[in-house]
């Protein structure tokens, strides 16, 4: 069964750091560019950070540069985005997503997971 779980997520406060984790299983995720997405209440969603197959490629929303770090690891099948110097306006629930092919920040994946919520909070 094809999955995309995403954890680590939470409530943080500002200038605050998590790693969120998203674990795949049932498909060839090495053969899979994945990416991050972010939803907040009442906003679409956005793309945050992509990573190619191989983990060779990676690109970053203009508001996350500088700040988050994804990077994969295939023996494991996990993706990684590590979050430093949260701002209350990166609180979202934060999705993983997979696709064959390029990896970019539009929402055209084939596959995703549930979402974990990040709340940034004094």
């Known amino acids: 069964q094809l999955q995309l779980v995403e954890s680590g997520g939470g409530l943080v406060q500002p200038g605050g750091s998590l790693r969120l984790s998203c674990a795949a299983s049932?498909?060839?995720?090495?053969?899979?560019?994945i990416g991050w997405f972010r939803q907040a209440p009442g906003k679409e969603r956005e793309g945050v950070s992509c990573?190619?197959?191989?983990?060779?490629?990676?690109n970053y929303a203009d508001s996350v540069k500088g700040r988050f770090t994804i990077s994969r690891d295939n023996r494991k099948n996990t993706v990684y985005l590590q979050m430093n110097s949260l701002k209350p306006e990166d609180t979202a629930v934060y999705y993983c997503?997979?696709?064959?092919?390029?990896?970019?920040?539009?929402?055209?994946?084939?596959?995703w997971g549930q979402g974990t919520q990040v709340t940034v909070s004094s």
């Open positions: 997503a997979a696709r064959m092919g390029v990896a970019f920040l539009r929402p055209e994946y084939d596959y």
């Open positions: 049932g498909f060839a995720f090495d053969y899979h560019a």
């Open positions: 990573i190619s197959e191989s983990g060779g490629s990676t």
